[in-house]
């Protein structure tokens, strides 16, 4: 008996030897995970480091040991495996402690895991609980600690683990529960961030904050029990209030529209691999300035539902049915400050601020008088403000009879009072003198397409096409002296904690004269202090200017200008183009929205204060090319506009230099 007791037992041993030897060759292998390279998101942030946005199935970041707090270590092994750096691979009495008492209780109640053994559960394995799966992570445990420090597998672990709320590793789960980098929690924080391993969705203290609570007080007391707390430490971390991030898409809800267009951005550029590698996309935007675009542009557009009729969305009555858009830039870098494209983005996704192409109204007539300055007109010209017939009827055509809004005229007037005035009788006069084929040609330097616009007399009234961005680059000419520049959105891209695959870089281009954007500017600032724009005068600055614009019909609304160095638009319409109501205007629908908005864009920006260049002079009070004094202006023998003083025969030399 003995005899065959001991034999069963050697025979026993040499089977399980050989079970351990086969199991051991058949362990994968754990060399790469020196190299561990996980699927890192896109993040997007703005211009201040705020994030916006993050894409990708995975929140993670990859952080060396040595950057995570200490606290939080201690936080972690202290309910995980205390002893994680004293015993080996396997801590044997662990085990023999867990399976007495899941023998006591019936069931599996503890695991008795090391911080090594859960690495290799982890990288390696399901979390199936079977007796083969067990065995096989003790002997991945011993074949990580034979290649591996035990600070590495500390470090892999803690940046590997899952934390719930898709957000694998600590420093993500800091960034998700608290809005906070790793470098920034507090000692109640890390044990609440600790006591997540066992269980993510138990212990999530957005979803559980009970549970959660109970699992933090009893990390923290184990910390003090291992002298990692003393008495006053622990007692104030019991008693601070943790402020979880709930709402974790923070700004990402207001400046939906602007991640949205810098995501395409990065994807058009990188591929689909843009939402693995790990991108850090710093953007323009700038927080205030973007949540308050978002606010005014909703307020506007209930407001102005309220106040001029019209259904709202299909089935959510409380909803403007009406869209607006509202961009914003720095008129010298080109940076998009803030860029809002509807009323809500979970709604429409359409993008009005670059994909509406609509019908700008008067806001395009600054730049039939800017075509005009360079064919020898200038602000005292006098231009016809009187009905009449332009467009002469014609087989399958109908005469044209331009009017203006509330059908007010007034003869002859100065080309400046017809812009601050808005007189629509001007601007086509006014444009037919200079030429039609010349404005359509020289608007095309501010961005607008010529196909889009094509030449002709109802061009003078805005009866072509642009977008709210395209429009926000047109007037940024008249405020940064003469210079079309490339709106970005996007400063930079790189990889994480990594080198810059991609910074932008400033795009100047002179397309009108210094003299010409200066003349423009004069006339654009009498509009708000004279004019259509003077619900502007509300921002208490010297430097505002800009220009209403009405489509056909009211079916767009508008108002673009710019002040401190900023250039906005802000456009008010129905997706599919219908009257805004009887009354409506830029005026009382887009310029009170605009106005309230660059309140908070030109808070903190001084006043600009124009600098006269060379070439101008001043006659009548007004400022006028010098040329033209000395007899250089246009003699055109219009009926419809008249120089105040004595010019050349017919055709006006060229002033149109861009030195």
């Known amino acids: 008996m003995l005899g065959a007791v001991l034999g069963a037992a050697i025979g ?343 994909q509406a192409q ?22 005292g010209t006098l231009v016809d403000d009187t009905p009449r017939v332009v467009t002469p009827a014609a087989r399958g055509r109908k005469a044209w009879s331009p009017r203006n809004y509330g059908n007010q005229y007034e003869g002859f007037i100065d080309a400046r009072r017809g812009l601050v005035r808005s007189k629509n009788l001007v601007a086509v006069n006014l444009m037919e003198a200079a030429g039609v084929e010349h404005v359509s040609q020289f608007a095309a330097r501010f961005g607008f397409a010529p196909a889009n616009n094509p030449a002709g007399l109802p061009l003078a009234l805005g009866a072509g096409t642009a977008t709210p961005l395209q429009l926000t680059q047109a007037y940024a000419v008249f405020a940064n002296g003469g210079h079309w520049v490339q709106p970005r959105l996007i400063e930079r891209v790189g990889e994480r904690h990594g080198r810059v695959l991609y910074e932008a870089t400033a795009e100047r281009t002179r397309v009108i004269p210094a003299r010409n954007a200066l003349v423009m500017d004069s006339l654009l600032r009498d509009v708000v202090r004279h004019g259509t724009g003077r619900r502007a005068l509300a921002l208490a600055r010297d430097d505002v200017a800009g220009k209403t614009g009405t489509s056909n019909d009211a079916r767009d609304a508008w108002f673009a200008g710019y002040a401190g160095g900023v250039a906005s638009v802000v456009w008010m319409g129905y997706d599919q183009p219908r009257s805004l109501g009887r009354r409506a205007t830029g005026g009382s629908l887009a310029l009170p929205v605009w106005t309230a908005f660059m309140k908070v864009a030109v808070a903190e920006r001084p006043v600009v204060r124009p600098t006269l260049p060379e070439g101008l002079a001043m006659h009548a009070q007004d400022l006028v090319y010098a040329e033209y004094l000395a007899g250089a202006c246009v003699d055109n023998r219009s009926p419809f506009v008249r120089p105040t003083f004595p010019c050349a025969p017919t055709i006006a030399p060229h002033h149109d230099a861009l030195e």
């Open 358 to 379: 609509r019908q700008p109204g008067s806001t395009f007539k600054p730049f039939v008088f800017s075509a005009a300055l360079e064919k020898g007109y200038f602000p």
């Open 12 to 354: 026993a041993s040499l089977g399980g030897a050989y079970l351990l030897h086969t199991l051991w060759q058949q362990l994968p292998s754990v060399n790469h995970l020196a190299d561990h390279d996980p699927k890192l998101p896109l993040r997007i942030y703005a211009r201040d480091g705020t994030l916006l946005a993050e894409y990708g199935q995975e929140r993670r970041e990859l952080v060396a040991l040595e950057r995570i707090p200490l606290v939080l270590r201690q936080a972690l092994l202290a309910i995980e495996d205390a002893n994680f750096y004293e015993h080996g691979a396997v801590d044997v009495g662990g085990l023999l402690r867990a399976a007495l008492s899941n023998l006591r209780a019936g069931g599996r109640t503890q695991g008795g895991s090391t911080i090594t053994m859960q690495v290799a559960r982890v990288f390696f394995l399901s979390r199936e609980k079977t007796y083969a799966r067990k065995l096989t992570e003790v002997l991945l445990a011993y074949r990580l600690e034979s290649v591996y420090s035990k600070d590495k597998l500390l470090e892999l672990y803690m940046n590997q683990v899952y934390l719930g709320e898709r957000a694998y590793g600590f420093a993500a789960a800091a960034s998700v529960y608290f809005d906070k980098t790793l470098d920034q929690i507090t000692v109640a924080e890390a044990a609440m961030l600790a006591g997540l391993p066992k269980a993510p969705s138990a212990y999530n203290p957005v979803v559980n904050p009970e549970r959660a609570t109970q699992r933090q007080r009893h990390i923290l007391e184990r910390m003090h029990a291992l002298g990692h707390l003393d008495a006053r430490q622990l007692q104030a971390a019991l008693a601070e209030t943790l402020r979880l991030r709930v709402h974790r898409s923070g700004l990402r809800t207001d400046a939906a529209f602007a991640v949205e267009q810098a995501r395409q951005r990065v994807v058009d550029r990188f591929g689909e691999d843009a939402y693995s590698l790990g991108l850090d996309v710093t953007t323009t935007i700038d927080v205030a300035t973007q949540r308050a675009a978002t606010r005014e542009l909703r307020a506007g557009l209930v407001a102005a539902q309220a106040g001029h009729g019209g259904g709202g969305r299909k089935g959510r009555a409380p909803l403007p049915g009406m869209e607006g858009a509202l961009v914003s830039m720095d008129v010298h870098t080109g940076e998009i400050l803030a860029l809002t494209g509807g009323f809500d983005f979970a709604l429409n996704q359409f993008d009005h601020a670059v």
